[in-house]
């Protein structure tokens, strides 16, 4: 993977199809300040353009922090998505999670795991405050140490 300068990881070198790899990094998420879940066993999807979206083990996840949402998804390289709401802190943020209870075998790492949207939970990679990929379909975390343009915005969806 190319250098996006200072460290930096550039998006535009992450591979198509996606890449899952195994992170040891502190991943949290909060809603209303109070973390519904943590985890140094998360993975991490990497593809073109996307910034990655980070995959916590459901036994992470703080109990009766989800409830299923209405709807679902699928992705051409993981498979059907379900989506939950969450709720923690007084609050509750409807879809703001997603996960694949039976994704294909090559992402069977992520079986069960649970995705946050950045834009409508509080997500941190170590310290940092993670913030959400433009628009309001994917769920990339967008940190300072990964360049764009990233996928999602106005104007990006025939890339």
């Known amino acids: 993977m190319s250098d996006g300068g200072a460290g930096r990881e550039s998006v535009w070198d992450y591979p198509r199809p996606p890449r899952i790899e195994a992170s040891a990094r502190r991943v949290r998420v909060a809603l209303g300040g ?3 879940a943590e985890s140094t066993r998360a ?3 990497l593809e073109t353009s996307h910034p990655p979206v980070y995959y916590l083990p459901p036994e992470d996840v703080a109990e009766g922090a989800l409830a299923p949402a209405q709807g679902t998804s699928f992705c ?3 498979g ?3 989506y939950h709401t969450v709720r923690a802190g007084g609050r509750e ?3 703001a999670a997603w996960s694949y209870p039976d994704p294909v075998p090559a992402f069977a ?3 069960g795991h649970v995705a946050f949207y950045p834009a409508l939970t509080e997500c941190y990679l170590d310290d940092e405050r993670v913030r959400g990929q433009e ?3 994917y769920g990339g ?3 300072d140490e990964i360049v764009g343009p990233f996928k999602g915005g106005p104007g990006t969806g025939g890339w």
Do not use: P
């Open 34 to 36: 109070v973390t519904v």
């Open 43 to 45: 993975h991490r999807v």
């Open 76 to 78: 051409e390289w993981k």
């Open 80 to 82: 059907s998505a379900r």
């Open 93 to 95: 943020a409807r879809r």
């Open 109 to 111: 790492a992520i079986a």
């Open 135 to 137: 628009g309001g379909f």
């Open 141 to 143: 975390w967008v940190t």
